[in-house]
């Protein structure tokens, strides 16, 4: 029988096939391309309906070793966030960068292109989290209500507060807690099967997109769409290998293991659809399951590298294409508050597009600008959110390592079982 890094490869062919033909099927087809559209939004709802179950399990178990130590937990949230603004800082950098050398705005004619709509977009404002409300909301009144609307911030820490507290009550919670371990265990039991169908959803959600928005915007907008992409790339394969060479950390060897995730974050432009299985992949690799379980999760709203790239070039593009002349302190300030607004993104498609325009509104950069991007956004929105697959992964070695909880022999025992099972 294949072992498991052999099944993994087939997945993710089988993903890029499905991506290749959503493709071609919503180019030439463009009207079925579009009638395909919910084939792809039930592949997403089956895999929302089990993110909240298994982040709160896996969270309770995790927090509940920790023998009822909030400090411990504390500690590790400090050292996430710590991590998560660092990341954040260079990558604003490599941005601000690229779209001062590149200019992408630059000479571009909005004139000859179809501004749509902003009232839609204005009325999203309002949905933006400040770093303050955020905070605020991270308690949740109704844990119950904050389940139901996935607000995972708030799953979180309550998570946590029960973890810690039934860690602290001792024998009596145990009882609790097998439940609740063994509802994990389900739960990924289901993830594993709900992913059977990802590249069946991830080829209706390409045709759609197609359909939908074909190649016209694409052409007069290409120089911006390059620079991000470019971006990216310099993120994905410059600044993450960097990092994890200076930390010791074989990330190539990481992003083979997450390739399949990364084209299915890729076409879905969620990274909700792939948290259940790259927290296990991670656990896998020798991350404990109680960092695991704390910065994906978190890193959903709060490690968004792909949007942070996207937002800081999307923002000084727009002040070049519509001439507004910017000095380097002025950049700087709406760097300083992209570091406030993009922790409030969403795990949800086009997330970054409602936190740009907050931006834009709050240093007065015109908001049509915002309206033109969103003609493009979806060909934005796959590669950013796809770059946030390998960052979560690098957040969570660099994590664990912090806390002295990471065991990368856990890998190679694993695969040796696996393939002497399979011998057998």
Same mark, same amino acid.
């Given at each position: 029988?294949?072992?498991?890094?052999?099944?993994?490869?087939?997945?993710?062919?089988?993903?890029?096939?499905?991506?290749?033909?959503?493709?071609?099927?919503?180019?030439?087809?463009?009207?079925?391309?579009?009638?395909?559209?919910?084939?792809?939004?039930?592949?997403?709802?089956?895999?929302?309906?089990?993110? $909240?179950?298994?982040?709160? /399990?896996?969270?309770?178990?995790?927090?509940?070793?920790?023998?009822?130590?909030?400090?411990?937990?504390?500690?590790? +949230?400090?050292?996430?966030?710590?991590?998560?603004?660092?990341?954040?800082?260079?990558?604003?950098?490599?941005?601000?960068?690229? $779209?001062?050398?590149?200019?992408?705005?630059?000479?571009?004619?909005?004139?000859?292109?179809?501004?749509?709509?902003?009232?839609?977009?204005?009325?999203?404002?309002?949905?933006?989290?400040?770093?303050?409300?955020?905070?605020?909301?991270?308690?949740?009144?109704?844990? $119950?209500?904050?389940?139901?609307? +996935?607000?995972?911030?708030?799953?979180?820490?309550?998570?946590?507060?029960?973890?810690?507290?039934?860690?602290?009550?001792?024998?009596?919670?145990?009882?609790?807690?097998?439940?609740?371990?063994?509802?994990?265990?389900?739960?990924?039991?289901?993830?594993?099967?709900?992913?059977?169908?990802?590249?069946?959803?991830?080829?209706?959600?390409?045709?759609?997109?197609?359909?939908?928005?074909?190649?016209?915007?694409?052409?007069?907008?290409?120089?911006?769409?390059?620079? $991000?992409?470019?971006?990216?790339?310099?993120?994905?394969?410059?600044?993450?290998?960097?990092?994890?060479?200076?930390?010791?950390?074989?990330?190539?060897?990481?992003?083979?293991?997450?390739?399949?995730?990364?084209?299915?974050?890729?076409?879905?432009?969620?990274?909700?659809?792939?948290?259940?299985?790259?927290?296990?992949?991670?656990?896998?690799?020798?991350?404990?399951?109680?960092?695991?379980?704390?910065?994906?999760?978190? +890193?959903?709203?709060?490690?968004?590298?792909?949007?942070?790239?996207?937002?800081?070039?999307?923002?000084?593009?727009?002040?070049?294409?519509?001439?507004?002349?910017?000095?380097?302190?002025?950049?700087?300030?709406?760097?300083?508050?992209?570091?406030?607004?993009?922790?409030?993104?969403?795990?949800?498609?086009?997330?970054?597009?409602?936190?740009?325009?907050?931006?834009?509104?709050?240093?007065?950069?015109?908001?049509? +600008?915002?309206?033109?991007?969103?003609?493009?956004?979806?060909?934005?929105?796959?590669?950013? /959110?796809?770059?946030?697959?390998?960052?979560?992964?690098?957040?969570?070695?660099?994590?664990?390592?912090?806390?002295?909880?990471?065991?990368?022999?856990?890998?190679?025992?694993?695969?040796?079982?696996?393939?002497?099972?399979?011998?057998?």
């Amino acid at each position: 029988m294949k072992n498991v890094k052999n099944l993994r490869a087939e997945y993710a062919f089988q993903v890029l096939i499905g991506l290749f033909i959503g493709a071609l099927i919503g180019y030439f087809f463009p009207k079925f391309g579009m009638n395909l559209r919910p084939i792809g939004d039930m592949f997403i709802h089956l895999i929302k309906m089990i993110v $909240v179950p298994i982040v709160f /399990t896996t969270i309770v178990i995790g927090s509940s070793g920790s023998n009822g130590s909030l400090k411990k937990m504390g500690s590790l +949230g400090i050292k996430t966030l710590i991590w998560f603004e660092f990341v954040t800082t260079l990558i604003l950098g490599i941005g601000l960068v690229l $779209v001062n050398l590149l200019q992408p705005g630059h000479g571009l004619n909005f004139s000859h292109l179809a501004k749509k709509d902003i009232s839609q977009l204005n009325s999203s404002v309002t949905k933006v989290v400040d770093f303050k409300t955020m905070i605020v909301n991270i308690i949740p009144s109704n844990i $119950v209500d904050a389940m139901g609307k +996935g607000d995972l911030l708030a799953v979180i820490f309550f998570a946590i507060l029960f973890g810690a507290a039934a860690g602290a009550v001792g024998k009596a919670s145990e009882p609790a807690l097998k439940f609740i371990d063994s509802v994990a265990k389900i739960m990924f039991k289901l993830t594993q099967i709900v992913m059977v169908t990802a590249p069946i959803g991830v080829l209706a959600l390409m045709a759609a997109s197609v359909g939908q928005y074909g190649i016209g915007l694409l052409i007069p907008m290409a120089k911006l769409i390059g620079v $991000v992409y470019l971006g990216l790339a310099i993120v994905i394969f410059g600044l993450f290998p960097l990092l994890a060479w200076f930390l010791k950390i074989p990330y190539f060897k990481v992003f083979r293991m997450v390739w399949d995730l990364f084209l299915i974050a890729l076409s879905t432009t969620s990274t909700e659809t792939i948290l259940p299985q790259l927290m296990e992949r991670m656990e896998e690799f020798g991350c404990s399951k109680r960092v695991v379980s704390f910065v994906i999760p978190s +890193g959903l709203s709060m490690n968004c590298d792909g949007s942070t790239l996207y937002l800081s070039v999307c923002s000084i593009f727009i002040a070049q294409a519509f001439g507004v002349p910017m000095t380097l302190g002025q950049q700087l300030i709406v760097m300083a508050v992209l570091v406030t607004t993009s922790k409030g993104i969403a795990a949800v498609p086009s997330g970054s597009l409602v936190v740009l325009l907050a931006t834009a509104s709050a240093v007065g950069l015109p908001a049509e +600008g915002v309206a033109i991007i969103a003609g493009i956004d979806r060909v934005l929105d796959m590669a950013r /959110t796809a770059c946030n697959t390998p960052g979560h992964c690098l957040a969570s070695i660099v994590v664990s390592k912090w806390e002295k909880e990471f065991n990368p022999k856990e890998l190679i025992t694993t695969q040796k079982e696996e393939q002497g099972i399979h011998q057998a």
